[in-house]
Nanobody
Framework: QVQLVESGGGLVQAGGSLKLSCEAAGRIFGSSTMGWFRQSPGKERTFVAAITKDSGRTYFAESVKGRFTISRDYAKNTVYLQMNSLQFEDTAVYYC???????????????????WGQGTQVTVSS
């Protein structure tokens, strides 16, 4: 049973933009913190951004602050990752994830998220 489905990845030149989407099953979306992680070949999966379920507070990895934004649309059960000023180093598979009741000090830890999407490839050409 697929519960998180990402879309929007692709090939873009450095300096360009992409917007990723993650559609979630309703029972997940309404009760969870939603996050984005990424993984490059041979590297560990790392935190990119997250948004809480109540206040909509957002969190970002230092490497993407000022370039990426995260938002959620409750009517569409969808979370978005808007990526601007993309760099070669942003090339990775991007994963959407959800987790219930994640405290702020643990929001960047992948172990706190219990449902994951299949991933979408983002490739930035230099």
């Amino acid at each position: 049973q697929v519960q998180l489905v990402e879309s929007g990845g692709g090939l873009v030149q450095a300096g360009g933009s992409l917007k990723l989407s993650c559609e979630a099953a309703g029972r997940i979306f309404g009760s969870s913190t939603m996050g984005w992680f990424r993984q490059s070949p041979g590297k560990e999966r790392t935190f990119v951004a997250a948004i809480t379920k109540d206040s909509g507070r957002t969190y970002f990895a230092e490497s993407v602050k000022g370039r990426f934004t995260i938002s959620r649309d409750y009517a569409k059960n969808t979370v978005y990752l808007q990526m601007n000023s993309l760099q070669f180093e942003d090339t990775a598979v991007y994963y959407c994830a959800s987790g219930p009741g994640i405290p702020s000090w643990l929001i960047a830890r992948s172990q706190q998220y219990d449902v994951w999407g299949q991933g979408t490839q983002v490739t930035v050409s230099s």
